[in-house]
């Protein structure tokens, strides 16, 4: 299918696709076994210029953005979601300094985001906070110049890996969800340290890990937009972070089905090919129809997005004010809706297809020598971080009711 | 202040298995797929290496080839060589080895005389249709520079000298030659990285000088097929090996007997 890429895009396909094929495949059975995080993998990546794709080019990066970002982690998706996430969760921790980071804060941190030096990591679940994100227990009290954070946020991916950390404290915990607040807090920060490192279904190439904040005194000037607006912060970073969900789900569902159909077309019973039977035929005929659906639905969002994203970020870098008062300026409206949709249309096919490929190559395809049982694995964390699907189908609802609400019906 | 290093590149069919016309007697090219020569991707890494090594470094890339080698030139540009320069003639056609390494030490005094001193000039250890290992340390006996081939390793260098570690067949010669050099290098001594996007970009942006002989300032006695002493009196496709001989038995015992007869019959053992 003919996406009409640029020629730049194309160059980012094929070199994402490269370094999938001969530095991901090889190592993805190993650090998926031994739970290791790809360190070897993020240095190929760093060389590739991999992590600049979506980056405005005053930072190091390729002037890209969301679409860009989406092709990359979908073509590593297809050899390993675990390893892909490393990119991907680094993309999450950083779109809160593109969007609301001063000229100071993004001249700051974005360089070494872009080019892969250090790796960045996003911090809202705690074990009371999950899809309610309005429960956050963790503190940050007002010193002076600094916060003073205490407490603890969980789950997180890039954990212990990353350098660079969005976390959502609440600095006025009698408010609720306008108590919340973002910073940035890099590794290092005395008081804070690393607690447990979680065990998972799948993506075991990614470090996933909970953070401890014991008197950890943050410079005030680390936080993002203003004392309050954590959640805001929070929603207009996934409104633009979930399509990287859909891309990696995609990803893993693409591989799923690319190695189904490679065995299922070697593989012979009753002198013939398993492929060539109707009914496994029907079934690779489901899946890359879904697939190609999902993909159409994400590449067709994503650009659409970028548009204006381009435009608030190119704006933002001439004005110095943030990128998201530039896009309430450019935006139609927020893109909350088809965000969700997205990430909840790519991931629940990618759980499908995973499925069934595990189905089409029978007894084998569910052996952990054979790379098919790990994409069902990795695949199904896509219908629940970066909001569960249920939250998802909330988000599209509500914002269903809102529109009928404004043409007054 | 940092080293200049010169990588010598050849474009070459994308395979190992070069077929040859038997009517001509040469390589037969139509149809191939050209790439830059599988070892010469190793020299061009540890070229990138060494500049990222030593702070300041340049890396210039050199070929000598049709015009369509250009594309070879880009490719090694977006593995991270900095500038390119194309040895390009009807008149340097059907050099041998002894007229190439001659071609590029001129191509080689041209990039000194244009861009400043070179320290040292990189090779892979031998081309994927040529298989001889000559043209590296073939420009080194022209440019009257000391050698080494089969590098395994650079365990040292500055800009006045270099250390170096070459795979013999009974061990490891660790072996110090003063700059300006010449190495040969093996694929063991790295793993070539992915094209960088940057790299990618550089590469369709780079403006290649091409050469001919008169800009070289070569003799025209020692260029192409005139200059080239060699002649091929005769090449072949080595006919395919005949399958062996299978040896039955119906126990690991019974084989080994079978095979210890075999060698007793034609007196190896």
Sequence with gaps: MNYFLTEEQQAIVETAREIAEKKIKPVREKHDAEETFPWDVVEEMRKADLFGVYFHPNYGGLGGAGFELVLVVEELSKMCGGIALALAATALGTFPIILFGTPDQKKKWLPDLASGRRLGAFAITEPEAGSDATATRCQAKKDGDFYVLNGIKNFCSNGESAEIYTVFATTDPKRGARGVTAFVVEKGTPGFTFGKKETKMGIRASSTYELVFDNCRVPASNVLGKEGYGLFVAQATFDISRPGVAAQALGIGTGAMNEALAYARVRRQFGQSVLSFQSTQHMAADMATTLEAARALLYSVTRAMDVDMKAAVDASEASGKTVYEELKKVSSGRWTKYSAMVKLFCSDTALNVANNAIQMCGGIGYMRDFPVEKYLRDAKICQIYEGTNQIQRNEIGMMLTKELAAKGL | ?269
Excluded at chain 2, 12 to 41: C, H, Y
Aim: proline share 6%.
């Design chain 2, 1 to 269: 202040m940092g080293l200049h290093i010169v990588v010598c590149i050849k474009q070459t069919p994308a395979t190992s298995n070069i077929q040859i016309d038997p009517v001509t007697g040469t390589l037969k090219r139509e149809g191939m797929v050209s790439a830059i020569n599988p070892f010469d991707e190793y020299a061009i890494e540890e070229a990138v290496r060494l500049k990222e090594r030593v702070a300041g470094s340049t890396v210039s890339v050199l070929t000598m080839g049709p015009p369509q080698a250009e594309e070879s030139l880009r490719d090694a540009v977006a593995r991270g060589a900095d500038q390119a320069f194309h040895l390009t003639s009807r008149a340097f056609a059907g050099a041998d080895t002894w007229a190439t390494s001659y071609t590029l030490s001129k191509g080689i005094q041209k990039i000194i005389k244009e861009k400043g001193p070179v320290h040292l000039v990189i090779c892979g250890k031998q081309t994927n249709d040529g298989d001889t290992g000559h043209v590296g340390p073939g420009i080194a006996t022209w440019l009257g520079w000391p050698d080494v081939a089969y590098v395994k390793k650079v365990e040292a260098v500055d800009e006045q000298k270099i250390v170096v570690h070459r795979m013999m067949e009974d061990g490891v010669d660790v072996l110090e030659m003063d700059l300006p050099a010449v190495i040969a290098v093996l694929k063991e001594i790295n793993t070539p990285r992915v094209a960088s996007l940057k790299g990618k970009m550089n590469a369709k942006k780079v403006v290649i000088p091409q050469w001919n002989e008169e800009a070289i300032e070569a003799d025209k006695k020692c260029i192409g097929l005139g200059g080239s002493p060699t002649i091929v009196s005769k090449s072949f496709n080595p006919p395919p090996r005949k399958g062996g001989i299978k040896l039955d038995g119906a126990t690991p015992q019974e084989k080994a007997k079978a095979l210890v007869d075999k060698l007793q019959e034609h007196k190896l053992i």
